[in-house]
């Protein structure tokens, strides 16, 4: 699927939505608006995999969130309501009115906040594979993040030959990318990460939240960070909830299973509401 990716080029601008301006990949059509969020230290580029079977259903945006990629990058300001607000703005900038979202870890954390913080923002929103909590400090998020944040004073070669030697199977480029993306990302990204004092519970997250939503998520033996005893969760307080696994996919599902990944997410988009 990456060799098909690159015959399909997107269009890039930078929009600003407020305090900041958010870099914006797009692929117009004339399908309903999908608005694609990525994970902590990704950028628009790690929805490629994905992006020719979508492209085929939806007029696709792919965004850098505040920090990331080409977007701006201050100084603070990466609290979640940050990000959500930045998304809110950047919709209407659009011009959208309620696009379906897909996003992937913390892209689905922004996802929920955001819906919850303007209710009817989105049509349907897919979380791809993002915890309901993140605030034990043994949890593979946290000590993710702490990673990441010793990779920013790493050379840029070094990073890649980390991404090399823990993800068998991929490709020259996407290793180039996925280290430039996690070392030009924002240092205060992942100090606000580390530094929240209150945990992010799917409770408060999901309080407003009214729009069918998709958890589409992995098995924690294969990488993932969402288990079944999570899955239930989601499904018990989300009123209109649905939980798709797909096994042996980790935590980043639509790279290592696009084809999986594509299946269970376009039929949940094209349902009828």
């Known amino acids: ?28 059509s004339a399908g309903p608006p999908l608005m694609l969020l990525p994970a902590m230290t990704q950028t628009w580029d790690a929805w490629l995999p994905v992006i020719p079977a979508l ?63 303007q209710p009817g923002w989105a049509r349907r929103i897919v979380i791809e594979d993002t915890p309901p909590r993140l605030d034990r400090a043994d949890s593979r998020v946290v000590l993710l993040a702490k990673g990441y944040l010793k990779m920013l004073a790493m050379p840029v070669e070094d990073v890649e030959a980390h991404f090399r030697r823990v993800n068998h199977g991929w490709s020259e480029a ?3 990318e996925a280290a430039r993306a996690a070392h030009g990302t924002a240092p205060g990204v992942l100090n606000a990460y580390l530094a929240q004092e209150e945990p992010i519970t799917l409770e408060a997250s999901v309080a407003a939240v009214r729009c069918p939503v998709l958890l589409v998520y992995g098995d924690t033996a294969s990488g993932g960070f969402v288990s079944d005893a999570d899955a239930a ?39 009828e509401d």
């Open 174 to 176: 996407r290793i180039r």
């Open 55 to 117: 492209v085929q259903h939806f007029s696709v945006a792919a965004v850098d969130l505040r920090g990331h990629g080409a977007s701006d990058q201050p100084a603070r300001g990466y609290d979640l309501s940050d990000y959500a607000a930045d998304i809110i703005a950047l919709t209407e900038q659009l011009g959208w009115r309620q696009p379906h979202v897909i996003g992937h870890s913390l892209g689905g954390s922004v996802a929920r906040i955001t819906e919850a913080r």
């Open 233 to 271: 969760l989601y499904l018990d307080l989300l009123p209109h909830g649905h939980a798709i696994q797909i096994p042996g996919a980790g935590h980043s599902l639509h790279a290592r299973k696009p084809d999986a990944f594509v299946q269970a997410v376009v039929p949940f988009l094209q349902e």
């Open 1 to 28: 699927m990456e060799s098909q990716c690159a015959e399909i080029t997107p269009t890039h601008e930078r929009i600003n939505v407020g305090p900041v301006a958010l870099h914006v990949a797009r692929w117009p």
